[in-house]
């Protein structure tokens, strides 16, 4: 008998879960609250194991196609701290571990 999956949801996760539950030959059927399905154009920041997955899942090309460059990072907290603002490539990965007093 042939699994048979319905996924609730029809975001990043839903549609991660419909592709790799399909991989292992489930049938999967995904719902969701909104009455149709549209790009909308979210910005989704891929990481270690998020690159890992779109690799695995095939779609890393089309992924890195669609990217779009992060130009300028400002990070804000609290107003007694600052962190300085930081120029990126495309390709960036920025880690900021220090911060400056105000």
Known sequence: MSLKVI?????VAGLALSHW?????????VVDRAPRFQALGHY??????GVEMVRRMGILD?????????EEVHLRQRADLCA????????????L??????
């Open 7 to 11: 996924v609730s949801g029809a975001g």
């Open 21 to 29: 539950l399909g991989r292992v030959g489930a049938t999967t059927i």
């Open 44 to 49: 989704i920041s891929l990481k270690g194991n």
């Open 62 to 70: 089309a992924c890195e196609a669609r990217a779009a460059p992060i």
């Open 84 to 95: 300085p603002s930081v120029t990126c490539s495309r390709r960036a990965r920025v880690f």
């Open 97 to 102: 571990t220090k911060y400056c007093a105000s």
